[in-house]
C-alpha cells in the first residue's frame, strides 16, 4: 500500500512538474496575439507586451518579455529577478521580473526600487478606499511626463488619479441605485460592452483616435437609443469623446500642459432612463442617470509634428447611478424608449450627415439613410481628408454610400466588381453594426483568420454578431473586402 502510494506521489510531482515547465521562462521576449478571451501568447505567466513598468529612474518602459512569479514581495524572488508591483489605480498586481529590465542596476538600487514599487501601490490602494467624503475636490493636472518605451516604440502615460467629486460618490442610497464597470482594459479598435440592469449596455465604442461612450437602451447594437446622448454639450467637444490628442500638446510632441482644451483623465457624463428626443436635457448633476469614467495608465501612439495621437491601449474603470424605479416607472421608461425608437427608425438620421450624402451626389429620390446603423466617418482612402460612409437602401436593395472626400461618391452593394467574389449573400442587408479601425491593426485573433491585407487608410468592419465580420477597406484606387471571420449558420 505504502508502495503504491509512492508511485501516486511521484506521478502528481512528476505532473506538476510538466504543467510548470510550459510556456516561455521569465525575461523570454514575447508578444500578445489577439483580443479579449482570442488574446494568447507564449509566457508560462504573463506576457508583458501591452503594460508598462516605471524603472528606478522613473522612465516607463513596455518591457515585451515574459513575467517570472505573481504575487511577489521584496526580497521573494529568484536570484537575477526583482520584485514589481503595479502602479496601476484599479488593479493590485505584483510579479517577478528580470533584474536587468530596466539595464545593470546595483544591487541596493533594485532593493530599494521593489520597496518603493510596493509603497506607491500601497498608497494608491489607499487613495482608492478613501471615502468619497474625504476626497479632494479635482484640480485640473498635467499627465505625466512620457517617454519612448524602447522595446515597442510606444509612448506610455501614468496620469496621477483623479478624484471623483463628491457629489458623485459610486454608493448606493435610498433614493439612487448604482453600477460599477471594470476595472478593465482595451485596445485600440476593441469594443468594450458590459451589460446592466434593464437591458441597458454600457458600450466604448472605438473611433479613430479613441472612443466614445455610449450608454444604449438595450443589447442590439441595430436600433439601440443611445441615453447618454443628452450629455451636454450637445454640439462640440463633449466630455463622452476620449483621443489620444486631447493628452497630447498642439504640435503632438509632448504632454497637454493646457495649450489644447480638452477634457482630461475623469468623464463625467448624463444618461435619460425616459430620453424622448432632446428637449428638457438636464446638467450632469441634476439628472435621474448621471455617471463618470476614469481612466488609468494608457499607451498613446508616438510623438510626431502634424499628426493627431491616438490612444494604443487604456485602463480605466466607471461608475452608473440613476434614481431608484418601481415597475411602474420602468414601463413608463420602456413606453417612451419604443417611442424614440420608432421616431429613430421612421423619421430622420443625422441632418447633417444627410445632407453631406446628397451633396456629394446620392440621389435622395431615389435612396433613403438608414438610421438604425450611423454614419461612419473615417479616413478609407488614406489620404488626409475625412470621408463618410452610410448605408443606404433603395428598391434594389441595401448598398453602402461613400463620400470621398465630401466630393466623390461611391456607391457599393454586393454586386460590385472589386467586391462580389469575396462577398456573401446576404451581407449588406443583414449587418448588425459596423465601426471603423486602424488600417494598420492586423489580425483580431480569430481561429483560422486570414492575414490583414493592406491597406491605404481606416476600415469599416461589417459584422452579424456571432456570425461573420468583414473589413471594407480601400487599396490601389478601390474598395475591397476582406473576411475576418464567417461561421455557418444553423
Known amino acids: 500500500m505504502a508502495l503504491r502510494w509512492a508511485g501516486v506521489r511521484w506521478f502528481a510531482l512528476l505532473l506538476v512538474g510538466l504543467v510548470c515547465a510550459c510556456g516561455e521562462p521569465v525575461g523570454s521576449p ?12 507564449a509566457c508560462a505567466h ?59 542596476q546595483s544591487a541596493d538600487v533594485l532593493t530599494r526600487w521593489e520597496r518603493r514599487t510596493l509603497d506607491r501601490q500601497e498608497e494608491i490602494r489607499a487613495a482608492r478606499r478613501a471615502p468619497p467624503a474625504l476626497r479632494a475636490k479635482p484640480v485640473p493636472t ?53 451589460d446592466l440592469p434593464f ?51 498642439r504640435r503632438n510632441l509632448g504632454p497637454n500642459r493646457g495649450d489644447v482644451n480638452a477634457p482630461q483623465h475623469l468623464r463625467l457624463f448624463s444618461f435619460e432612463p425616459e430620453l424622448i428626443g432632446t428637449g428638457g436635457v438636464r446638467g450632469v448633476l441634476e439628472g435621474s442617470g448621471r455617471g463618470w469614467l476614469r481612466m488609468g495608465a494608457m499607451t498613446l501612439s508616438p510623438p510626431a509634428a502634424g ?12 461608475c452608473l447611478t440613476w434614481l431608484r424605479a418601481d415597475s411602474k ?31 456629394c451626389g446620392l440621389n435622395l429620390s431615389r435612396f433613403s439613410v438608414r438610421s438604425d446603423l450611423p454614419a461612419q466617418a473615417l479616413d478609407i482612402d488614406g489620404d488626409g481628408t475625412s470621408d463618410l460612409a452610410a448605408f443606404v437602401e433603395s428598391d434594389g436593395g441595401a448598398a453602402i454610400a461613400l463620400c470621398r472626400g465630401g466630393e466623390v461618391l461611391v456607391l457599393l452593394d454586393e454586386r460590385s466588381e472589386t467586391i462580389r467574389d469575396a462577398t456573401p449573400v446576404p451581407l449588406f442587408s443583414a449587418i448588425e453594426r459596423w465601426y471603423s479601425v486602424p488600417g494598420d491593426r492586423g489580425a483580431f485573433g480569430y481561429v483560422d483568420e486570414p492575414a490583414w491585407p493592406r491597406m491605404d487608410g481606416e476600415a469599416l468592419m461589417l459584422e452579424r454578431l456571432e456570425k461573420s465580420l468583414h473589413a471594407l477597406y480601400w487599396r490601389d484606387g478601390a474598395v475591397r473586402l476582406h473576411r475576418v471571420y464567417r461561421y455557418v449558420e444553423p
Open 142 to 194: 498635467a499627465p505625466a511626463e512620457t517617454t519612448q518605451a524602447p522595446a515597442i516604440g510606444q509612448v506610455v502615460t501614468s496620469p496621477p488619479i483623479s478624484p471623483v467629486p463628491p457629489e458623485l460618490p459610486c454608493e448606493a442610497d435610498a433614493q439612487r441605485d448604482v453600477f460599477f464597470v471594470g476595472p478593465s482594459a482595451v485596445r485600440r479598435g476593441d469594443r468594450f460592452t458590459q
Open 329 to 359: 416607472t420602468v414601463q413608463r421608461w420602456r413606453t417612451a424608449l419604443a417611442s424614440s425608437r420608432e421616431a429613430l427608425r421612421h423619421n430622420h438620421p443625422q441632418q447633417a450627415d444627410t445632407a453631406l450624402l446628397e451633396r
Open 30 to 41: 514575447c508578444q500578445i496575439v489577439g483580443d479579449g478571451f482570442h488574446a494568447r501568447d
Open 199 to 249: 437591458g441597458w449596455r454600457f458600450v466604448l465604442e472605438p473611433q479613430s483616435a479613441g472612443w466614445r461612450i455610449v450608454l444604449q437602451d438595450r443589447p442590439e447594437r441595430a436600433g439601440a437609443v443611445d441615453l447618454s446622448s443628452v450629455t451636454p454639450p450637445l454640439h462640440g467637444l463633449s466630455a463622452r469623446d476620449i483621443a489620444g490628442w486631447h493628452f497630447r500638446d
Open 46 to 104: 504573463r506576457c508583458l507586451s501591452r503594460w508598462s513598468i516605471t524603472c528606478p529612474g522613473g522612465e516607463a518602459v513596455v518591457p515585451g518579455v515574459c513575467s517570472g512569479d505573481f504575487g511577489c514581495s521584496p526580497g521573494s524572488c529568484p536570484s537575477g529577478q526583482v520584485c514589481y508591483h503595479d502602479n496601476d489605480p484599479f488593479d493590485d498586481r505584483s510579479y517577478c521580473l528580470p533584474a536587468d529590465v530596466c539595464g545593470a
Open 307 to 318: 499628426q493627431q495621437a491616438h490612444i494604443e491601449q487604456m485602463r480605466f474603470e466607471a
